[in-house]
């Protein structure tokens, strides 16, 4: 069965204080996968889209990395504009898509 | 500006009432999407549809309906047979082309009992 599983649950950081936001993922032939952001009580807002194995993508303080088992999304440096509910989601060779639950990230001043 | 708009944000449903929230693209879009979202849990599938006049089931359907009329309108109905419809639903829509690219969302909808 198709699964996305993302940790941590809740990441607290301090401004500035760089670290990555994991996505681990089962699925039937990986058609893409998907970073989103969402902000409390707003829809999600898309971020990055990776295909393949090795490929890599980078917007501001973010970068999305993907491997065969899963993915990374880097922050670096970040600020507290950054806090929001990050989503990962990966779409299966049959077109199904799968959300993960999400990381919170909260970045302190 | 293009994009998906749903409405109303907050719904209160009472016993027994069906209930219907609205969503309305101005992107074109061919496909469009009704996700449930849950606290602790990803975002899952009520139902879709790839063209106007035809919608599938997604993973939880029971208890929800929806049409296709227009292109640009995709309403969903919570109906009373859905025991717990206490969520915050989301529509997405999708650009023509390939199947693999990324969903666009609305700003959602909350439901609440009363």
């Known amino acids: 069965e198709d699964q996305v599983t993302q940790s941590p649950e809740a990441l607290r950081l301090q401004e500035g204080e760089s670290s990555s936001l994991n996505c681990s993922y089962t699925v039937s032939g990986l058609r893409g996968l998907f970073w989103y952001r969402q902000d409390p009580g707003k829809g999600p807002e898309f971020l990055f889209t990776?295909?393949?194995a090795g490929e890599e993508k980078e917007k501001e303080r973010l970068k999305a990395t993907l491997t065969k088992k899963e993915s990374f999304l880097h922050i670096t440096a970040p600020k507290p504009e950054d806090s929001a509910t990050y989503l990962c989601?990966?779409?299966?060779?049959?077109?199904?898509?799968?959300f993960g639950a999400g990381t919170r990230l909260t970045v302190k001043p | 500006d293009g994009g998906i708009t749903q409405s109303p944000k907050y719904l209160f449903r009472k016993e027994g009432q069906n209930v219907t929230l609205s969503c309305e693209q101005n992107l074109n879009h061919d496909a469009m999407y009704w996700y449930r979202q849950d606290p602790g849990q990803g975002l899952r599938l009520i139902y879709y549809?790839?063209?106007?006049?035809?919608?599938q089931k997604g993973d939880i359907a029971e208890g929800y309906s929806v049409s296709r009329e227009k292109k640009e309108s995709f309403p969903l109905t919570v109906t009373s047979a859905q025991k717990n419809p206490t969520a915050f639903y989301l529509c997405?829509?999708?650009?023509?082309?390939?199947?693999?690219?990324?969903?666009?969302f609305g700003d959602g909808t909350r439901l609440s009992i009363l």
């Open positions: 997405a829509s999708r650009p023509p082309g390939p199947s693999n690219q990324p969903q666009h």
């Open positions: 549809s790839q063209i106007v006049n035809d919608f």
């Open positions: 989601a990966v779409q299966a060779r049959n077109n199904d898509m799968r």
């Open positions: 990776l295909y393949s």
